[in-house]
């Protein structure tokens, strides 16, 4: 993804609109992109550094190009990338000793006169000999570990300059939402998928129903939880592309701009045209539901068989997703909400949720840490330490 420092937008009207490359205005970028893969694709043993300046030329003469998006451009190059890099310390071991042996040869000059003697070539042939490598390696591996010096092993993707082009639009869609405060999506389609993948973005969220098969979903970002603004702020960007790949949504969220000042609104749907995945990072909330799952298995216990996230509870406007579903054997059903760590307010909202609900056969999960924080709820609850116990959840 991209970072803050590669975020290109315009602030308008109370809007902001993320850079955006369109074949109306853009149309020399496709060849521009198809030379960038091109380059990359060929560039095994190039350094990070001299892959970047390679692209940078590409832009000489292209008029309408920023700094910043050439950057942008080669930071997700380099996340298709796969690059050499010096874990042992190798190349700072031998900085130090190359250091030491060309010290009593200081000043190096490249031909000597009657103050300096000590020529570079012939010093630097001492210290190969000394070092028994051949002075092209050590140049080579003298800064291994320095992330310009580090060399290309290989290039898995773009297809094409199309798809590169498609990444940067929604990368920098991505780039604006680390400055969200809020995210609500109105969906009339896809309303799991969607419920799913903020939940596997560990997002904080909430769902009321707005009409027949028409819903509201409201996610908290990055900037309402401060001490936790990078990691929502990479949660928030690793849903948009499962969002894109979904149909019937509107999004709107309210972003802060880089002044003082109240929040602007980015403004986003089908009709946009951006392209996206459903692919999910990862298949569980967090590690006590992944442990639990596996440690359950595939088959039943007891009679009672586990489904991640089995369906939709609905009261009235109010939807909730509960994380598993037992089944048993002779048609009984019972929810079951892992509760972990969250902000005080989030936790008051799960509890207005769970009372919601509690004419459903519900089961909690509570973390230990948090029995005395989580107001009390008429149902009932089991609590864990670090892990679920699968004979708690059957008793």
């Known amino acids: 993804m991209l970072t803050r420092e590669h975020a290109i937008a315009t602030y308008r009207d109370g809007r902001v609109l993320p850079d955006r490359l369109t074949r109306k205005a853009h149309s020399g970028y496709l060849a521009l992109a198809e030379e960038m893969i091109t380059t990359y694709r060929g560039g095994a043993g190039r350094t990070r550094r001299d892959l970047h300046r390679s692209v940078q030329a590409l832009f000489e003469a292209e008029p309408d190009c920023p700094v910043r998006r050439i950057e942008a451009f080669c930071k997700l190059l380099d996340d298709a990338s796969e690059y050499d890099t ?11 000793k190359g250091f030491l042996l060309a010290a009593p040869h200081h000043p190096l000059v490249r031909e000597a006169d009657r103050l300096f003697d000590h020529v ?9 000999a000394e070092l028994g490598l051949p002075w092209a390696r050590i140049e080579r591996d003298l800064y291994a570990d320095v992330p310009d010096f580090h060399r290309l092993k290989s290039f898995t993707g773009y297809p094409d300059g199309a798809a590169l082009l498609a990444r940067y639009n929604v990368a920098q869609v991505q780039a604006a939402l680390f400055r969200a405060r809020s995210l609500t999506v109105r969906a009339s389609a896809d309303v799991k998928t969607i419920l799913t993948h903020a939940k596997l973005a560990r997002l904080m969220h909430e769902v009321r129903r707005t009409g027949e098969g028409r819903y509201v979903i409201r996610l908290e970002g990055p900037a309402t939880v401060l001490r936790e603004t990078r990691r929502y702020g990479a949660a928030m960007a690793r849903f948009l592309p499962a969002l894109l790949a979904c149909s019937g949504w509107e999004l709107e969220a309210a972003v802060e701009p880089p002044w003082a000042g109240p929040p602007v609104t980015l403004a986003l749907s089908p009709e946009d045209g951006l392209r996206g995945e459903a692919a999910a990072p990862e298949t569980f909330d967090s590690s006590v539901e992944e442990s639990f799952a596996k440690k359950w298995g595939g088959g039943a216990r007891e009679g009672w068989r586990l489904i991640r996230e089995g369906g939709v509870l609905t009261d009235g406007q109010k939807l909730f997703v509960p994380d598993f579903l037992f089944k048993h054997e002779d048609g009984r059903e019972v929810w079951m909400e892992v509760v972990g ?3 005080p307010e989030y936790l008051k909202a799960k509890a ?16 230990e840490s948090l029995t005395e924080k989580l107001p009390a709820l008429p149902l009932p609850a089991l609590s864990y330490k670090t892990a679920i116990k699968l004979q708690d959840a059957l008793d």
């Not at 010096?86 to 130090?96: P, S």
């Open 352 to 367: 207005e949720t769970l009372r919601r609900f509690r004419s459903h056969p519900l089961l909690l999960a509570v973390q």
């Open 86 to 96: 010096d874990r042992g310390g190798r190349a700072a071991e031998l900085r130090r």
């Open 341 to 343: 760590f969250w902000t």
């Open 120 to 128: 570079e070539a012939g010093v630097k042939e001492r210290i190969a």
